[in-house]
């Protein structure tokens, strides 16, 4: 199957400083990509869609002026937490599809990015 | 409303045993996918199997079998012959046609313990 990947795999930081995560399709071009927020024992959580090339959705609730995505290109998005706080602290994944809107087309997901701030 | 709903948040099966993992749906489009994924302590979401609501068959994958019951709305996951690297979290989610095709909506996740 298709291959995701995701970089950092883990980051602590301190309080008020920025952390990027990187999100790659490896072995095909990512029309769209998604990030997710899940909590401990939580379900996924839709943060964001990014398309390449254009601005990015974002879901009702979260702040886009404080997880800045960036789809530069057809293979790799970006998420920056920006002035990162304690409660920022979670499990972020991106998932990636080639797009086509074709339904049974699944979502590939990275492994996922655990996010600690102190 | 939930679009999906996972009644079970923990279920318990005896390796070699079949076990159904239930998730029930909610939309009013007639064209949608379900999907379940495994989600295993690493964090890393694997997907499983696919339904579409078009398909006259059941899906089946392996091990894994989709119980679609489209009246009903339910697409309960069947895992056979339990190994005990099934345990893990499972998710089922869904994709409506009408809310672009790209959507996940995921239901709450079931976790499931294989006992040796």
């Known amino acids: 199957g298709a291959v995701v990947s995701q970089h950092p795999s883990r980051v602590i930081c301190k309080s008020g400083t920025s952390v990027k995560i990187e999100c790659r399709s490896l072995?095909?071009?990512?029309?769209?990509m998604f990030w997710y927020r899940q909590f401990p024992k939580k379900s996924l959580m839709l943060m964001a869609t990014?398309?390449?090339?254009?601005?990015?959705?974002?879901e009702q609730g979260v702040e886009k002026d404080k997880f800045l995505i960036n789809h530069a290109s057809l293979t790799l998005s970006t998420l920056t937490v920006t002035s990162a706080h304690p409660e920022d602290s979670s499990f972020y994944i991106c998932?990636?599809?080639?797009?086509?809107?074709?339904?049974?087309?699944?979502?590939?997901f990275g492994p996922g990015t655990r996010l600690l701030v102190l | 409303a939930q679009k999906i709903t996972q009644t079970q948040p923990g279920m318990f099966v005896q390796e070699k045993e079949a076990v159904t993992l239930d998730c029930t749906y909610d939309?009013?489009?007639?064209?949608?996918?379900l999907f379940w994924y495994k989600q295993p302590s690493s964090g890393e979401m694997i997907f499983l199997i696919y339904?579409?609501?078009?398909?006259?068959q059941n899906a089946t994958e392996g091990r894994y079998s989709l119980n679609f019951q489209k009246a009903r709305k339910s697409a309960n996951l069947v895992i056979s012959a339990s190994q005990l690297g099934d345990s893990a979290m499972y998710f089922c989610?869904?994709?409506?046609?009408?809310?672009?095709?790209?959507?996940?909506?995921f239901g709450t996740g079931t976790r499931l313990t294989v006992i040796p």
């Open positions: 989610a869904m994709r409506e046609a009408q809310t672009g095709a790209n959507n996940l909506f």
């Open positions: 339904q579409g609501s078009y398909d006259q």
């Open positions: 990014s398309n390449e090339g254009s601005k990015a959705t974002y």
């Open positions: 072995d095909f071009q990512a029309t769209t």
């Open positions: 998932s990636a599809t080639p797009g086509g809107g074709i339904l049974r087309e699944t979502q590939y």
């Open positions: 939309t009013s489009d007639p064209s949608y996918g």
